[in-house]
């Protein structure tokens, strides 16, 4: 069982920056490939971006330049770096778990339901 719990969501206008954070525990984090999602007010749940167990990472081409994914095995935890936000990045982002023995190709880990685990979520929205 792995348990992720994401923070540092919240409300920032548009063209600022946030960065989410995605703490793991209960199996060995760098085993798992991890995966960013959101989610907007009415609408499917949508790849973001994700980071494989050997650091590589994919991205949505509409955030490729603007959202930059990281890990730190050490301290368990992915991060989101996201800059430049618009109102269309307003949702709320889900930290997600794949248990992986070798890398893939993107496709792979867009795929919502290769993903073992999911955190609880984090509201953001970006204001005009």
């Known amino acids: 069982q792995v348990q992720l719990v994401e923070s540092g969501g919240g409300l920032v206008q548009a063209g600022g920056s946030l960065r989410l954070s995605c703490a793991a525990s209960g199996r060995t984090f760098s085993n798992y490939a991890m995966g960013w999602f959101r989610q907007a007010p009415g609408k499917g749940r949508e790849f973001v971006a994700a980071?494989?167990?050997?650091?590589?990472?994919f991205y949505t081409d509409s955030m490729k330049g603007r959202f930059t994914i990281s890990r730190d095995n050490a301290q368990n935890t992915v991060y989101l770096q996201m800059n430049s936000l618009t109102r269309e990045d307003t949702a709320v982002y889900y930290c997600?778990?794949?248990?992986?023995?070798?890398?893939?190709?993107?496709?792979?880990?867009?795929?919502?339901?290769?993903?073992?685990?999911w955190g609880q979520g984090t509201q953001v929205t970006v204001s005009s």
């Open positions: 980071i494989t167990s050997s650091g590589g990472t």
């Open positions: 997600a778990a794949s248990y992986t023995r070798r890398d893939y190709s993107g496709n792979y880990y867009s795929d919502s339901r290769k993903y073992d685990y």
